[in-house]
């Protein structure tokens, strides 16, 4: 079993890099639209790691970023993430 991890270096607005460990990356079939879930290993209060999600955009220049546009978009991410959650729990 491969338990590398796959690593991200964002460039932030300002300029600088921040690396991060995808955690999975799925696109909705029927939108066509691609997302990458990652983390920078922070916990919170309760002990659970901090998962954040962004839409990708393949260019010219390599793969952006961008923030979730939509509640409709969180909400089916939210779906992907809890039946993420169940199978790795069973």
Same mark, same amino acid.
């Given at each position: !079993?491969? +338990?590398? %991890?796959? !690593?991200? +270096? $964002?460039?932030?607005?300002? *300029? +600088?890099?921040?690396?991060?460990?995808?955690?999975?990356?799925?696109?909705?079939?029927?939108? %066509?639209?691609?997302?990458?879930?990652? /983390?920078?290993?922070?916990?919170?209060?309760?002990? &659970?790691? /901090?998962?954040?999600?962004? +839409?990708? /955009? @393949?260019?010219?220049? *390599?793969?952006? $970023? =961008? &923030?979730?546009? /939509?509640?409709?978009?969180?909400? @089916?991410?939210?779906?992907?993430? @809890?039946?993420? =959650?169940? &199978?790795? &729990?069973?």
């Amino acid at each position: !079993m491969d +338990t590398s %991890k796959k !690593m991200l +270096t $964002l460039v932030l607005d300002d *300029g +600088t890099e921040e690396e991060v460990e995808i955690v999975f990356s799925f696109e909705f079939s029927d939108t %066509k639209k691609e997302y990458v879930i990652y /983390t920078k290993n922070e916990t919170d209060e309760n002990g &659970n790691v /901090t998962l954040y999600a962004s +839409t990708v /955009t @393949r260019g010219a220049d *390599g793969p952006t $970023l =961008s &923030n979730i546009g /939509t509640d409709e978009e969180w909400s @089916r991410i939210k779906d992907v993430l @809890r039946e993420l =959650s169940s &199978n790795h &729990n069973n």
